[in-house]
């Protein structure tokens, strides 16, 4: 079955230090990838996507991920966070199914 | 811009209850998706709808019903509401499946009691 992994379900990280949210995907088919961001009690929102192209893609508030197709992952980075980005994050992947499959997300934590 | 609404925000049931969850789009969007999040367990897919007279079950369809009568609106129905259907429900809307954002709302959170 089609699935994605996300296996940190919560990571903290002390401010302005660099972090790096996992995803990673079943499928060798072609795929599109998208993380999204979920602030407290408030819906999701795109972060950044891929469709193709260059593997490396840039996305909203200083945030990046890289397609890496042999290892099928599309893991998130940020060099250097701050308090605003506690935040619950989503990978989400359609694998050409008319439907959009969701890990189960990772939630961050800024230490100041 | 509305967006993507929903309605209401907040809600408690009775078990065996039924109730209808409104969502509405004024960005006329193809696709319109209900997902349930519960903790741990991410956003799950119910139904979807690829357009107005046509939709599909999702992942977990069982106790939900929904209809697509216009471009802008897609209501979920709960038939009889039980405590395990106890969740924040997002409905979410694109320009079509595929490459497209989903554009999501603000969500419902039902209790059922």
């Known amino acids: 079955a089609q699935s994605v992994t996300q296996l940190d379900s919560q990571v903290p990280v002390f401010e302005e230090a660099p972090v790096e949210l996992r995803c990673n995907y079943s499928s060798s088919v072609s795929v599109y990838l998208f993380w999204y961001v979920q602030y407290p009690n408030q819906g999701l929102q795109l972060l950044l996507k891929y469709l193709s192209g260059s593997t490396l893609v840039k996305g909203i508030n200083g945030f990046e991920a890289e397609f890496n197709k042999s290892q099928t992952s599309f893991h998130l980075r940020k060099p250097s966070v701050h308090i605003s980005d506690t935040a619950e994050y989503f990978c989400a992947v359609y694998f050409g199914n008319e439907k959009l499959t969701f890990g189960t997300g990772t939630r961050l934590t800024i230490i100041p | 811009n509305a967006g993507v609404t929903q309605t209401p925000k907040f809600q408690v049931l009775k078990t065996g209850q039924s109730m209808t969850l409104q969502c509405a789009q004024d960005?006329?969007?193809?696709?319109m998706s209900w997902y349930r999040q519960d903790p741990g367990m991410g956003l799950r897919l119910i139904h979807y709808s690829v357009g107005a007279g046509i939709t599909d079950q999702g992942e977990v369809p069982n106790g939900y019903n929904v209809s697509r009568s216009t471009t802008e609106d897609f209501p979920l129905r709960l038939l009889s509401a039980a405590p395990s259907q106890t969740s924040v429900y997002f409905c979410?809307?694109?320009?079509?499946?595929?490459?497209?954002?989903?554009?999501f709302g603000q969500g419902t959170r039902l209790t059922v009691v």
């Open positions: 979410a809307s694109s320009y079509r499946q595929g490459g497209t954002e989903a554009f």
């Open positions: 960005m006329n969007h193809e696709y």
